[in-house]
């Protein structure tokens, strides 16, 4: 038996998107414009699941999807939101959405949705108990709702610990990496002297990239910054 499928959104491209997308399956796809047409149609039809948009002239989709929760109980809204329009979740669970999905859509993906939600719902309504639905001052079963089908981002991974590498990686605050190696040899308290320079140099130039020696402000140390340039320059002609 084909299930029907209410369809309220305002947009000629987006119905005619859902009607191209379900014309392979087991739906039968009724679209109506607006929400008063919406409503009128859930009354009419009592369709197996209604897809409406939150924003369209007339009643909004929470409206309808209102109206629907407590007119057909068993019957599941999912909410069509715009890529540009703000969700209240909010008035949506109070509505009792069963999913939302926001346009535009993969077809795949709104199939995928629009089964899981049937399903799940056929489920639930198999193992409650017939005397439940007898209850007259039973209120409404509320509908745990189905999570946003939307790309989500991969949560960061944080890196694990690692031992320092041995070539001297230069911040913003220390742009040749040298803080590590005057704290393995202090300056003098009068300055450095020229071996103290040079032995510096030797050291800096053994574990700095070349993409960094390039990198260094002449006004930066100009004595070390020219030592340095001169020996890489030199590596490079011998190498």
Same mark, same amino acid.
């Given at each position: 038996?084909?299930?029907?499928?209410?369809?309220?959104?305002?947009?000629?491209?987006?119905?005619?998107? #859902?009607?191209?997308?379900?014309?392979?399956?087991?739906?039968?796809? %009724?679209?109506? $414009?607006?929400?008063?047409?919406?409503?009128?149609?859930?009354?009419?039809?009592? &369709?197996?699941?209604?897809?409406?948009?939150?924003?369209? /002239?007339? =009643?909004?989709?929470?409206?309808?999807?209102?109206?629907?929760?407590?007119?057909?109980?068993?019957?599941? *809204?999912?909410?069509?939101?715009?890529?540009?329009?703000?969700?209240?979740?909010?008035?949506?669970?109070?509505?009792?959405?069963?999913? $939302?999905?926001? =346009? &535009?859509?993969?077809?795949?993906?709104?199939?995928?949705?629009?089964?899981?939600?049937?399903?799940?719902?056929?489920?639930?309504?198999?193992?409650? &108990?017939?005397?439940?639905?007898? #209850?007259?001052?039973?209120?409404?079963?509320?509908?745990? &709702? %189905?999570?946003?089908?939307?790309?989500?981002?991969?949560?960061? %991974?944080?890196?694990?610990?690692?031992?320092?590498?041995?070539? #001297?990686?230069?911040?913003? !605050?220390?742009?040749?990496?040298? !803080?590590?190696?005057?704290?393995?040899? /202090?300056?003098?308290?009068?300055?450095? $002297?020229?071996?103290? *320079?040079?032995?510096?140099?030797?050291?800096?130039?053994?574990?700095?990239? $070349?993409? #960094?020696?390039?990198?260094?402000?002449?006004?930066?140390?100009?004595?070390?910054?020219?030592?340095?340039?001169?020996?890489?320059? =030199?590596?490079?002609?011998?190498?």
């Amino acid at each position: 038996m084909r299930r029907t499928i209410l369809l309220a959104d305002d947009s000629p491209t987006i119905r005619r998107l #859902v009607i191209q997308t379900f014309a392979d399956a087991d739906f039968k796809i %009724v679209e109506v $414009s607006n929400g008063d047409a919406a409503i009128k149609a859930v009354d009419e039809l009592q &369709p197996n699941l209604v897809l409406a948009d939150i924003y369209m /002239p007339g =009643k909004n989709g929470y409206e309808v999807c209102a109206y629907t929760h407590h007119n057909l109980k068993t019957t599941p *809204v999912i909410l069509l939101v715009g890529a540009f329009d703000a969700f209240d979740e909010d008035t949506a669970k109070q509505a009792g959405y069963a999913a $939302s999905i926001t =346009k &535009p859509f993969e077809p795949s993906a709104l199939i995928d949705l629009v089964n899981s939600i049937l399903s799940a719902e056929r489920q639930q309504i198999e193992t409650e &108990p017939e005397a439940e639905d007898k #209850v007259a001052d039973k209120p409404p079963r509320e509908r745990e &709702p %189905v999570r946003e089908l939307t790309p989500v981002p991969e949560p960061a %991974v944080q890196a694990a610990s690692v031992p320092v590498p041995a070539e #001297v990686v230069p911040t913003e !605050e220390d742009l040749l990496g040298l !803080e590590a190696i005057f704290k393995e040899e /202090p300056a003098a308290a009068n300055g450095l $002297s020229d071996d103290d *320079v040079d032995r510096i140099a030797d050291r800096v130039i053994q574990k700095l990239s $070349s993409q #960094v020696i390039e990198s260094i402000a002449w006004d930066i140390v100009p004595d070390i910054t020219e030592k340095i340039v001169r020996e890489e320059l =030199k590596r490079i002609d011998e190498s």
